[in-house]
């Protein structure tokens, strides 16, 4: 039996919702958010950019799903991107600061500002006070100093001041900036985002993605040449490993089908290409990511022939391979995306779910016991909670939005 439109499984997604909504309530510190230990505790050391606006975007989400107290908490993110975080005299947001307001990463960078961009248009699409000012900021400072209009792609760091630009182009940031555009382009009503979207999609997926076997380059110079060799020495780093990245093939998968949506929702005809390239995405990272050495679950990383690099199974390409199958289902009405599905969620419920000290196992070994050599702790709640409504949602508007618009199964 497959579940995806079991009315049944949509009560357990909703459910699930909850645990894990509750499960965060203790990552609530003074100035934003703090990554979670394994019991909830918030962890000590400097509060991220990136944690403080995934949370914000997940109580948005409590919010408009009528759960009692998740206003307080979006107003507290966003309390937080008025206050420390936020550069007062360069503009921009700091990627780390202490507990006592000071930066310590005084960098900004292309990655946590697309989360900015995603934590003000939730908010917004949520009706807190003050987001939308946010939100426009945010667009303003992604426009004037992200988007390479040329390379139709954004740029990966600059300096404090925003002077100096580093020769790094990364497509992480990237795919976020896609998901950030889309949530703003349904937000503000505003098409240009997009059509940058869009073209971000066209360059990676199309470009990158089909010249390469759909083994996705992540690593570039600054003329976006691969650079295929990146951290080959550091092949577990959390955020540029090296090789491809399975789970990122099907975030993109999914990206692309929410894009071919929005699109389509405007008057237009959607590229063919995207609906193909999407599920050949998905197709390449089911053949050569998952239960590919003799235990399921996903592999984290392969190198450029397909073979396994860092075998453990992160939560996350999990909760995108559920998120993709449902999308794909979506646009296709094809079983075989159904079965997946319903196999994925088995999987997860095995193995990903622990139903003790709450939230998802975030990283798993080979033989899906509990690993921590890339992941400790459970930082933030972003993937597992979009797993539990992307299923019972359209591709268009994208989540929020569409929580908004009254629009959940």
């Known amino acids: 039996m497959a579940w995806l439109t079991t009315p049944a499984h949509a009560r357990w997604l909703e459910a699930e919702t909850d645990r894990l909504l509750d499960f965060g309530l203790r990552s609530v510190v003074p100035g934003g958010f703090a990554r979670q230990d394994e019991s909830g505790e918030p962890v000590d050391g400097p509060l991220e950019l990136w944690i403080a606006c995934r949370m914000t975007h997940v109580y948005a989400i409590g919010h408009l799903l009528g759960r009692p107290g998740s206003a307080a908490l979006v107003d507290h993110g966003l309390d937080a991107l008025r206050g420390a975080f936020h550069d007062d005299e360069h503009g921009g947001w700091f990627a780390q600061v202490s507990r006592d307001g000071t930066p310590v990463d005084p960098d900004k960078a292309a990655y946590p500002h697309a989360f900015v961009i995603l934590a003000t248009s939730s908010a917004t699409a949520a009706g807190r006070p003050g987001a939308g000012e946010l939100l426009d900021e945010a667009l303003a400072v992604s426009a004037q100093h992200f988007w390479d209009d040329e390379a139709g792609m954004s740029v990966e760091q600059w300096d404090r001041t925003f002077t100096t630009l580093d020769g790094y182009r990364g497509v992480n940031a990237n795919m976020h900036t896609v998901e950030a555009y889309l949530a703003a382009a349904d937000v ?13 999609i066209e360059k990676v997926v199309h470009g990158f993605a089909a010249g390469n076997h759909w083994r996705i380059p992540e690593h570039f110079d600054t003329q976006w040449n691969p650079d295929l060799d ?167 508007p994208v989540i929020v939005p569409a929580l908004a618009a009254g629009l959940l199964d």
């Open 188 to 200: 503000t009503g505003d098409r240009v985002w997009l059509t940058r979207a869009l073209r971000i």
């Open 230 to 396: 990146y951290n080959i020495d550091e092949p577990a780093h959390p955020f540029r490993p090296y090789g491809a990245t399975i789970g990122h093939w099907l975030e993109w998968s999914r990206l692309t089908l929410h894009a071919r949506a929005a699109i389509t929702a405007t008057g237009d005809v959607a590229p063919a290409w995207m609906l193909t390239d999407a599920t050949a995405l998905f197709d390449a990272s089911v053949e050569e990511g998952w239960d590919v050495d003799g235990a399921p679950g996903f592999v984290y990383t392969v190198d450029w022939s397909g073979t396994p690099v860092v075998r453990e199974r992160m939560h996350w390409v999990a909760a995108e391979a559920v998120g993709a199958a449902a999308a794909l289902h979506a646009a296709t009405g094809e079983q075989r995306f159904d079965d997946l599905y319903t196999q994925w969620w088995e999987y997860i419920g095995a193995h990903h779910l622990d139903r003790v000290g709450g939230s998802w196992w975030h990283e798993l070994g080979t033989t899906n016991e509990v690993s921590r050599t890339v992941w400790a702790g459970k930082a933030d709640l972003y993937h597992a909670v979009q797993a539990t409504l992307i299923p019972r949602l359209p591709l268009t």
